[in-house]
């Protein structure tokens, strides 16, 4: 009598084998692209995360202060307010009585809470050819604000145009945006300087994981 066997686990074999070859010696099977870091394996940020802003997602307490604001040029759809001691901005309407002002969308902060002393001026809405974000987060965890304070920080030539959470470091206003689309991963050039001598330490490349826009 002729036994007869099921030859399909064998075939299933040969085919694993024939693709382990064509792939270099390993099949790999829904693998995620990861990078080796400090405290092990990370995923690789392929394409940065445009996110509309919505200023009722920062929780706010206590009462706001007095402040006087106005349609603010450098950020379309945004106000710029001027306070007791400072000016601030951006700042998002929450309704006709309270503005919030330099929020941190990542840690769900924000500057101030203002209360304008006369009715609202109307905003132009942004473009949508003009995606220029108020506040990014990098792919290193580092996130970066746009700057208002009075005196300008100037390196190489050029203005700081965001400040960032790491201690004297800026993204510079070159052009338009100062962030790279050449990619579906922005690139920002980070420049730190060292506070004892002002001397830069070079641009440096960084992914974008998140930016804001207004």
Avoid at 88 to 100: E, I, K, Y
Wanted: glycine share 10%; proline share 10%; with cysteine.
């Amino acid at each position: 009598m002729i036994r007869r066997t099921n030859r399909w686990p064998a075939l299933a074999a040969i085919l694993l084998l024939l693709l382990a070859a064509c792939s270099g010696g390993a099949a790999v099977v829904g693998v995620e692209q990861s990078a080796q870091g400090a405290t092990g394996p990370q995923k690789i940020e392929n394409a940065t995360q445009i996110v509309k802003f919505d200023p009722t997602s920062i929780a706010t307490t206590g009462d706001p202060v007095a402040g006087t604001c106005r349609e603010w040029a450098a950020m379309p759809g945004t106000y710029q307010c001027d306070l007791a001691n400072e000016v601030t901005g951006p700042c998002f309407a929450l309704d006709s009585t309270q503005l919030v002002c330099r929020p941190d969308p990542v840690a769900g902060t924000y500057g101030a809470l203002v209360a304008p002393g006369e009715s609202l001026p109307p905003v132009v809405p942004p473009s949508p050819e003009r995606t220029v974000p108020f506040f990014v987060e990098l792919v290193d965890g580092v996130t970066c604000t746009l700057r208002v304070a009075p005196e300008p920080v100037i390196i190489g030539g050029i203005e700081a145009r965001y400040e960032c959470s790491q201690p004297y470091t800026y993204i510079l206003g070159e052009g338009d945006s100062p962030f790279s689309h050449d990619a579906p991963l922005w690139e920002a050039g980070i420049y730190t300087l060292d506070p004892t001598t002002g001397q830069s330490s070079g641009k440096t490349p960084v992914g974008v994981r998140r930016a804001w826009i207004s």
